[in-house]
């Protein structure tokens, strides 16, 4: 999926930037909840927003990132959202400095 495949659907699917980020966005398997959080902060990215959101995003995609004890399962789903978010030309501008 590139760039222009998001902007596409991004709209569409609004679930993902309602999300709560106050609790686990899939309480009963924290590596299902860190794909969810990855998704949504992908989207959020696409949309026109504030970073304090993103940032917030961020932080709980760590968060919920820590609870995935499979260790490989855990690195490679952070490995791949954040490569993801490196290769997006956000419409919020670039929020590299929010992950180095």
Do not use: W
């Amino acid at each position: 999926m590139d760039q222009n495949d998001l902007k596409m659907i991004a709209p569409h699917l609004m679930m993902f930037s309602l999300m709560r980020i106050d609790k686990f966005a899939y309480e009963d398997d924290p590596f299902v909840s860190q794909i969810f959080r990855g998704a949504q902060l992908l989207f959020l990215c696409q949309e026109e927003g504030n970073r304090e959101r993103i940032q917030e995003v961020i932080d709980r995609f760590e968060a919920e990132s820590d609870s995935v004890e499979h260790e490989t399962m855990r690195t490679l789903m952070s490995f791949m959202v954040y490569v993801k978010l490196l290769l997006l030309t956000p419409k919020v501008g670039s929020q590299t400095r929010c992950i180095a």
